[in-house]
């Protein structure tokens, strides 16, 4: 990260995206985590609700807007946990997932020449079916500190080399039948790949489909008795 890396940790916060955004036109340099023990108003993409008790983590990365962050962000996310036994994988675009349960995501929000780079990893469980968390995912006992290093230290712009091909090899959603929901509708189809700018391929009636974003839900997943197609 440029400018070095302090982390400044608050207790309780509305979301740390609104307090790094703050912070943002206050003259933070790039390369600021802030961190809290919990959030009132955690945010999360499309509009949604971050659920945030105390007990997850909960961070913000100031940055410079770059190509390819989001993904970037995705994969040391994704990194950490995996350098801490989780098994986590990439549904595309960034939602951290363990087996078919989502464990994190990212939020990247855009301030100036910032981009703020918001993390959430479940690390205690969250009232939700789909969600899974750390200590579901592993008997290990795993600090939120410990789980922030292992993410900063693949944040580092020196770790950055081939984003999309690190991407592709930890994605949870290519080989896959999804559903994809953008602002031009619902389409269905096979994920096969995803391009150099982080866009996903979707082929549907012979047709290849490029989606710049969206919400993505796997339809098919292997299961131990036999491999089928199933609506979740
Ligand atoms: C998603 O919808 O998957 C993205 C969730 C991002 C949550 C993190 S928690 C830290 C930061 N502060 C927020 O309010 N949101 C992000």
Known sequence: MTDGRQIIHYACVSSTQSVAKKLVSLGIPTGTVIVADKQEQGRGRLDRTWISPAGGLYASIILQVEPLISLRAGIAVAKGLRELGIEAKLRWPNDVMVEEKKIGGILIEVSGSRAIVGMGVNLVPVPLESATCVEEATRVHITRDQLLNSILQWMEPSLS?????EYRALSATIGHV??????????????????????????????????????????????????????R
């Open 161 to 165: 080399g081939k984003v999309v091909e």
């Open 178 to 231: 999804i559903c994809v929901e953008s602002k031009r509708g619902k389409l269905i189809g096979k994920a096969i790949g995803i391009d150099v700018a982080g866009r996903l391929l979707v082929e549907s009636a012979g047709v290849v489909h490029v989606i710049s974003s969206g919400d993505c839900s796997n339809l098919s997943f292997r299961d131990n008795r036999a491999e089928k197609t199933v609506k």
